[in-house]
């Protein structure tokens, strides 16, 4: 089946505490994203990736770290987690290059005590 | 940067009406896409639509690039399309292939 996994879908830690969401898809798509969700403000663009090893920001990546070393990962890295990244945490993933038809993991919820 | 605006940003609905969703968005937007959000939080692909018209089952979109609007019917509406409705602008130019989602318009269809 073709699908977008994020793992874990639900997660509270502490402030300071580094983790790493994983976000991996099986449909060999070039392009991979992440996204935060908070009420009000929609979904917001954190990082994304055109192709292995091509990573560029979006609108809030302030406090994220990504990288892209093989096609079907993208993992998500919050090494100083702080409550204001509370959110839910989507990925999703597209067949080329570009952001044309994107599909959604589950989401993960994040909560930073 | 890419402005993306949504409205109306509540909508209630008696089952079986039509709407019509719209989203302005700005110059340096090159293409668009709806999106549904589900009540379980799912986010579904509707439509990618840099221009002209495309029609899936009861929703079509249409989007005029020149006037940099895009609206989504949503015809005989059921209790099945509620949940939030997403456009996104995406900024095709070079390196950068950024998305910026609107806040979205939140519909409720009720029996």
């Known amino acids: 089946e073709a699908q977008v996994t994020q793992n874990p879908r639900y997660l509270i830690t502490v402030t300071g505490k580094k983790l790493t969401v994983t976000c991996s898809q099986n449909m060999n798509h070039e392009y991979m994203s992440w996204y935060r969700q908070d009420p009000g403000l929609g979904l917001r663009q954190i990082y994304y990736?055109?192709?292995?090893?091509?990573?560029d920001k979006g609108d809030v990546p302030e406090g994220y770290k990504v990288s892209r070393k093989e096609k079907r990962n993208f993992p998500l890295i919050l090494e100083s987690p702080s409550p204001n990244q509370t959110s839910l945490y989507f990925c999703a993933s597209s067949l080329e290059g570009t952001p044309v038809t994107q599909y959604f993991g589950p989401g993960t919820r994040l909560t930073v005590l | 940067g890419i402005q993306v605006e949504q409205s109306p940003p509540d909508l209630i609905l008696q089952e079986g009406a039509n709407s019509t969703l719209r989203c302005n968005f700005s110059?340096?937007?090159?293409?668009l896409q709806w999106f549904h959000q589900n009540p379980w939080g799912q986010l579904i692909n509707l439509f990618y639509i840099p221009s002209g018209t495309k029609q899936n089952g009861r929703l079509s979109a249409t989007t005029v690039a020149t006037e940099r609007y895009s609206l989504l019917y949503i015809s005989s509406s059921q209790t099945t399309d509620s949940g939030v409705y997403f456009c996104?602008?995406?900024?095709?130019?070079?390196?950068?292939?950024?998305?910026?989602f609107g806040t979205g318009t939140k519909l409720q269809v009720i029996p």
């Open positions: 110059d340096s937007v090159n293409n």
């Open positions: 990736s055109m192709n292995v090893e091509v990573t």
């Open positions: 996104a602008g995406i900024l095709n130019s070079g390196g950068y292939q950024k998305v910026t």
